[in-house]
């Protein structure tokens, strides 16, 4: 066997990952660990940190795949001929095209970026990233499998993240004017599309497989270690609950093909918290921040995440509160 193949292959990082998770899945039932894996709250914290990072990966993986063959190779400019020239009109035409342009949040700004290169005005760029990791196929049927076939949930997830992206777009016509995002030049890959195809899918896997298992262990620990009072006082405050999981969101930082089973998970909190938790996570996050930071200039973030964010809270609170 080619081991360097198998170790440049774009389906190394995703089989890495599930060895990780099949080892620990069979230290958690093996003899060997004694009274360390038989303890109940550790045999918990796995089954639901396993459960959850098993069940999303599917689901990641497919994301990532479209995401990356649209980045690298659908043109900018087969989007751009689809948009209206008006901006006002583009925009909510940018935030649909989400659905049939899917992309996560690692390949959003990058291909927001290569349209403003092509003529796209700004404010539709930005629609087009904020909606594409939130409202595309593959993460609404993984937040219909991960709440158990919860259509009211699913509407809830589409409808806010849909209405945050072009709230926001919308807002961005009168006041991106003051603040134009610093775009950097691209620069191509020296092997070619296919190459890049490759490389961009290693690399995301591993990347958004890494936060999975964060925000996975994340919620497993706030599910068995963290005592049932401290969550029950957050979870039962319905200012606190929305905004303890919307910092969340934003910390670890979860693939929007898998956050669903995360926000499953914090089974504690309301499903408006849940749906916050959803709606945040794919246009806000720490790694969207430093992304846009380096892609667009630090000015030009201080202004655009502030407002995504309000605008996401908002949305996600209205339609949450109209829907579930």
Not at 164 to 179: C, E, F, P, R
Not at 220 to 248: I, K, Q, Y
Request: aromatic fraction near 6%.
């Amino acid at each position: 066997m080619d081991l360097s193949a198998l170790r440049r292959s774009p389906l190394a990082p995703a089989l890495l990952l599930l060895g990780v998770l099949a080892a620990l899945a069979m230290w958690s039932r093996a003899p060997v660990a004694g009274a360390v894996a038989d303890h109940p709250a550790l045999q918990a914290w796995l089954t639901t940190m396993l459960s959850m990072s098993v069940q999303a990966l599917p689901f990641l993986v497919l994301g990532v795949l479209l995401s990356s063959a649209i980045s690298v190779l659908v043109p900018p400019r087969l989007l751009e001929r689809a948009l209206p020239a008006n901006p006002v009109a583009a925009v909510p035409v940018a935030g649909t095209a989400g659905i049939l342009l899917p992309g996560c949040e690692c390949a959003s700004v990058p291909v927001s970026s290569a349209l403003m290169r092509s003529g796209v005005a700004p404010a539709v760029a930005l629609t087009f990233q904020l909606a594409a990791p939130a409202v595309n196929p593959v993460v609404l049927a993984s937040t219909a499998v991960a709440f158990g076939g919860s259509w009211t949930m699913v509407t809830a997830r589409f409808l806010a993240s849909w209405l945050t992206a072009v709230v926001v777009g919308l807002v961005w016509i009168k006041l991106g004017k003051d603040h134009v995002p610093a775009i950097r030049a691209r620069h191509e890959h020296e092997h070619g599309r296919w190459r890049a195809l490759m490389d961009e899918l290693s690399h995301d896997v591993l990347q958004a497989g890494g936060y999975l298992v964060v925000g996975a262990t994340i919620a497993a620990t706030l599910n068995v270690v963290v005592p049932t009072e401290w969550v029950g006082t957050v979870a039962g405050n319905p200012v606190l609950s929305v905004l303890a999981l919307a910092l969340l969101a934003m910390i670890v930082a979860v693939c929007s093909e898998a956050d669903a089973f995360v926000a499953a998970g914090l089974s504690a909190f309301s499903p408006l918290a849940q749906l916050v938790f959803m709606v945040v996570g794919p246009v806000v996050d720490i790694k969207l921040i430093a992304m846009q930071v380096g892609t667009y200039g630090k000015k030009f973030a201080l202004v655009f995440v502030p407002l995504t964010l309000v605008v996401a809270l908002n949305c996600a609170n209205w339609i949450g509160t109209l829907l579930l």
